[in-house]
T-cell receptor, first 110, second 115 residues
Framework: LAKTTQPISMDSYEGQEVNITCSHN???????ITWYQQFPSQGPRFIIQ???TKVTNEVASLFIPADRKSSTLSLPRVSLSDTAVYYC???????????FGQGTTLQVKP | DAGITQSPRYKITETGRQVTLMCHQT?????MFWYRQDLGHGLRLIYY???????DKGEVPDGYVVSRSKTENFPLTLESATRSQTSVYFC??????????????FGPGTRLTVL
C-alpha cells in the first residue's frame, strides 16, 4: 500500500520559518503531492498541493524536487496559532482516496 | 447552512447497538469519504463513494456499512457497535478525484463512545 513518511514531531519558536519534509517513495506518475493541517478537535484542512518544483499560496510554500520522491512544506514566520498536526497523505489519482499517516505534530513556542 | 455537516456531534452508545452517523454536504460534490481517527493511528479511511449508489471499501471497513442514495448524503452505520469502534469519525467530500479538484473538505467530526 502506497504511503508517505514524515517526522512525528517538530518544535519551533514564533517568527521562525518551519520546514517539514515528507517522503513519497511510492508516488505514481499522475499523483499530486498534497498537505493538510489539523487543529485539535477539528477536521483536517487542505493547505497546498503541487506536482513538481515550487508552489506558493497565502499560507505556505511547497517544494518538490525533480524526482518527486519527497516534498517540503515551508511555513514562513510561524505563530502560536500554527501549532497543529501536518499531514502529507498519499493521494490516489484514480480514486481520490487519501491515505494518512500519523502526521507531524508541530509545536510553536513563544 | 452551506458546507459539510455531521450529526450527531457526540454520541454515547452501548455494545451491540446499531448506530448511524450522518453526513450532509451542500456542494453537490461527487466524492464522499468516511474516516476514523484514533490516538496513535492518525486518520484511516473506512469507506468512500464516487457518486450516488457507488461505494467502495477503504482501509478499515469491517463492522461498518454505508449507503448513498442521494449525492448530498453519506450515512455511516455501525451495525453492532463494539468498544473498538470508539473513535472520532470525520466525513469529507471532494469535487473530483483528480487534481486540482480533489481537495477534500472535512466535516467537524462525530465523537462516538461505545460502552
Amino acid at each position: 500500500l502506497a504511503k508517505t513518511t514524515q517526522p512525528i514531531s517538530m518544535d519551533s519558536y514564533e517568527g521562525q520559518e518551519v520546514n517539514i519534509t515528507c517522503s513519497h517513495n511510492n508516488i505514481a506518475t499522475n499523483d499530486y503531492i498534497t498537505w493538510y493541517q489539523q487543529f485539535p478537535s477539528q477536521g483536517p484542512r487542505f493547505i497546498i498541493q503541487g506536482y513538481k518544483t515550487k508552489v506558493t499560496n497565502e499560507v505556505a510554500s511547497l517544494f518538490i524536487p525533480a524526482d518527486r520522491k519527497s516534498s517540503t512544506l515551508s511555513l514562513p514566520r510561524v505563530s502560536l496559532s500554527d501549532t497543529a498536526v501536518y499531514y502529507c497523505p498519499y493521494v490516489s489519482s484514480n480514486t481520490g482516496k487519501l491515505i494518512f499517516g500519523q502526521g507531524t505534530t508541530l509545536q510553536v513556542k513563544p | 447552512d452551506a458546507g459539510i455537516t455531521q450529526s450527531p456531534r457526540y454520541k454515547i452508545t452501548e455494545t451491540g447497538r446499531q448506530v448511524t452517523l450522518m453526513c450532509h454536504q451542500t456542494w453537490s460534490h461527487s466524492y464522499m469519504f468516511w474516516y476514523r481517527q484514533d490516538l496513535g493511528h492518525g486518520l484511516r479511511l473506512i469507506y468512500y463513494s464516487a457518486a450516488a449508489d457507488i461505494t467502495d471499501k477503504g482501509e478499515v471497513p469491517d463492522g461498518y456499512v454505508v449507503s448513498r442514495s442521494k449525492t448530498e448524503n453519506f450515512p455511516l452505520t455501525l451495525e453492532s457497535a463494539t468498544r473498538s469502534q470508539t473513535s472520532v469519525y470525520f466525513c469529507a467530500s471532494s469535487e473530483s478525484q483528480r487534481a486540482p479538484y480533489n481537495e477534500q473538505f472535512f466535516g467537524p467530526g462525530t465523537r462516538l463512545t461505545v460502552l
